[in-house]
């Protein structure tokens, strides 16, 4: 069941040991800090980024300076938002504060998660091997009604930030619901409580970042547990859709458009459709079956076609099936897509993942799962030309 339940929208062990400790962030600015000079940092996808007192709506992945503990924050909402900077010494800290765990890896390797917290906090990652790393901390889950804060970086005494490297020239986009975000990919039950979810949910390891991380390029998660093309999954959130959100740096903040003049996709990830007919509609609800039929696909075909005019016509638009095999998405989905073809869109494709076991919360995908889809994304991306589109 690649759909959202009704209820539930709500390493570096090698040769370095590695101790990562949480604290306030007024219990951080200890001797053994130095914040006074600014890291560079890589914003992969959707954030707001103010200092003080300027706001930049949506500078996807645009480079920053940042500095722990000074005026530097991003509000984020979407899942799977990243960040990135360059340091050399053996420590490095994260400063939070959010609802919202993050994964973290330094030089590739994964750490210990940051833990959600309702207070600012510096989480700590300590005993790296003396040298130059690299730390990229992802947002683990989305909070569409309320953002969370990230302020950035610190470095202990014997640090000092370096200049990044150049970020990847591929990017690309995923349109999606909760079978891309990670939901309940951490779990080994099926069954679990709202609590249980938003432990066990982490977007950084969901197929959509692993890819891009093996393609090299940078990402936006556009995804959002429940949500639907038309209709969302028995009908939440009345009034609204993928499109009240689509558009916007902050799902929580509808005059925060987003604008990066650096973000050029040339690859683009469509799996979406699987709430709209996954679970019958209500009394209340506003469609005959007739008519969200047609909505639906007015609403696809203006999704893939707007997105033809954004990427233009080399770029790669893939349509993942959205949703179980009894799911009428499927089938719609596949006739838009042929469709589209037929009229010539000749980079306009369609691809299934092979069977999943889909043992994570409410039956989704769990992390061998997405591993799985990764790598077969990966594969139809090279094999249809997306090598080449950089």
């Not at 530097?72 to 360059?86: I, L, M």
């Not at 989305?142 to 930030?161: C, E, I, N, V």
Request: glycine share 10%.
């Amino acid at each position: 069941m690649l759909f959202d339940h009704p209820l539930r929208v709500g390493m570096a062990l090698g040769l370095w040991a590695l101790l990562a400790s949480t604290g306030a962030a007024a219990g951080a600015m200890r001797g053994d800090v130095e914040a006074s000079d600014a890291a560079a940092v890589q914003l992969i996808g959707r954030a707001e980024h103010s200092t003080a007192g300027r706001s930049t709506a949506g500078r996807g992945a645009a480079e920053h300076s940042a500095a722990g503990h000074s005026a530097e924050v991003w509000r984020v909402t979407w899942p799977g938002v990243g960040w990135r900077t360059a340091f050399s010494g053996s420590g490095v800290g994260v400063t939070t504060q959010d609802t919202v765990g993050y994964g973290v890896t330094i030089d590739g390797l994964r750490m210990n998660p940051i833990p959600p917290s309702q207070d600012r906090q510096t989480t700590w990652y300590r005993g790296l091997a003396t040298g130059n790393h690299i730390v990229e901390v992802i947002r683990m889950r989305a909070t569409p009604r309320a953002p969370g804060l990230f302020f950035g970086f610190s470095k202990d005494a014997d640090g000092r930030w370096l200049a990044l490297p150049p970020k990847p020239s591929r990017q690309i986009e995923f349109i999606a619901d909760s079978g891309s975000t990670g939901y309940g990919d951490l779990s080994a039950t099926v069954d679990c409580t709202d609590d249980e979810i938003a432990a066990r949910s982490d977007a950084s390891q969901s197929y959509a970042i692993v890819a891009a991380h093996q393609l090299h390029a940078d990402w936006q998660l556009n995804a959002m547990d429940g949500i639907g093309l038309v209709r969302n999954w028995h009908g939440i959130w009345k009034g609204t859709s993928y499109a009240t959100y689509a558009t916007l740096t902050l799902q929580s903040d509808s005059a925060s458009l987003f604008r990066d003049s650096d973000w050029h996709p040339q690859v683009a990830v469509v799996r979406i459709g699987g709430n709209d007919f996954g679970s019958p509609l209500g009394a209340d609800e506003p469609w005959t079956a007739a008519q969200l039929e047609t909505q639906f696909t007015e609403a696809y075909r203006n999704l893939l076609t707007g997105l033809r005019a954004r990427l233009g016509p080399n770029g790669l638009i893939i349509v993942i099936q959205p949703g179980p095999e009894d799911n009428p998405a499927n089938q719609k989905v596949a006739d838009i897509v042929d469709s589209l073809r037929s009229a010539g869109d000749q980079h306009l494709f369609e691809m299934q993942f092979p069977q999943l076991a889909q043992t994570g919360c409410d039956y989704h995908p769990n992390l061998s799962d997405h591993r799985l889809m990764a790598a077969t994304l990966v594969k139809f991306i090279e094999d249809h030309g997306g090598a080449e589109l950089h």
